[in-house]
Nanobody, 120 residues
Framework: QAQLRESGGGLVEAGGSLTLSCVAS????????MSWHREAPGKRRELVAS???????NYTDSVKGRFTISRDDAKNTLYLEMNNVKPEDAGVYYC??????????????WGQGTQVTVSS
């Protein structure tokens, strides 16, 4: 059973930076698509950024130019670098990964989430 574990959340001032990490086990290589999602109080969980195993990245419009998604395969880790953070970026950030198994189809995994709080 694959697992994802996020870390790096915390309190950040508006305009500041924060980097989130998501460690994948047993290995990041089994996932063809990984992504970060966030859930703010009273709002639906939304996709923030995604990254394919071929390094193709996509971002929601509100974070383009400020956030960068990347992965370090040697460390089995997915990152979300957040720059020029805004109050509306606050929420619980979740790591998500999709695994495709030829005989079973898609399996999707979520981490437990990490809280990002933005002070203005």
């Amino acid at each position: 059973q694959a697992q994802l574990r996020e870390s790096g959340g915390g309190l950040v001032e508006a305009g500041g930076s924060l980097t989130l990490s998501c460690v994948a086990s047993p290995t990041i290589y089994i996932f063809h698509l990984m992504s970060w999602h966030r859930e703010a109080p009273g709002k639906r969980r939304e996709l923030v950024a995604s990254l394919t195993s071929g390094e193709r990245a996509n971002y929601t419009d509100s974070v383009k130019g400020r956030f960068t998604i990347s992965r370090d395969d040697a460390k089995n880790t997915l990152y979300l670098e957040m720059n020029n953070v805004k109050p509306e970026d606050a929420g619980v950030y979740y790591c998500n990964a999709d695994q495709y198994i030829l005989s079973l189809g898609h399996r999707n995994y979520w981490g437990q989430g990490t809280q990002v709080t933005v002070s203005s």
